[in-house]
């Protein structure tokens, strides 16, 4: 039976949350841009986090990823770092389309906090022979 590996609660809940501000962001400033997600995620991620019951430490910390997902300033937690890593993987091709692996090959040493982020992007980025699992058109996730 392979391991299995605990997730802290705090990766968890900012993972789900943090794009959580996207709609109000787009009601108040008519733009989903990540720095207003960054002012109007935090509360509504409070407000659900407690009535979640979750403890008010990781609240805090959860709220603070999320304010901060976009830009990093003053945060460099591992949860932190695996939320940020995420949100790359999900958003280069949004951010960099068409790009070449030789453009992106900089933005991806520069930008991935963790080695395992960075091990995925240089995967999914920076080579030709792409595996199943991280092919655009697989629905199955590599997921047999």
Request: net charge negative; aromatic share 8%; with cysteine.
């Amino acid at each position: 039976m392979a391991p299995r590996y605990s997730i802290p609660d705090s990766v968890v809940a900012a993972a789900i949350l943090h794009d959580i501000g996207i709609h109000e962001a787009e009601l108040k400033y008519k733009s989903s841009a990540g720095h207003y997600q960054e002012i109007e995620g935090p509360p509504i991620a409070r407000a659900i986090l407690e009535r979640l019951g979750l403890d008010p430490e990781r609240t805090d910390h959860v709220c603070k990823i999320i304010s901060l997902h976009h830009h990093v300033r003053g945060l460099d937690t591992p949860e932190f770092r695996v939320l940020w890593d995420a949100d790359w993987l999900v958003n280069i091709p949004d951010e960099y389309p068409g790009w070449e692996p030789e453009r992106l090959s900089p933005i991806v040493k520069k930008v991935f906090a963790t080695n395992t982020g960075r091990r995925l992007a240089e995967t999914r980025f920076l080579t030709t022979d792409v595996p199943p699992a991280y092919s655009k058109s697989s629905s199955s996730c590599g997921r047999t």
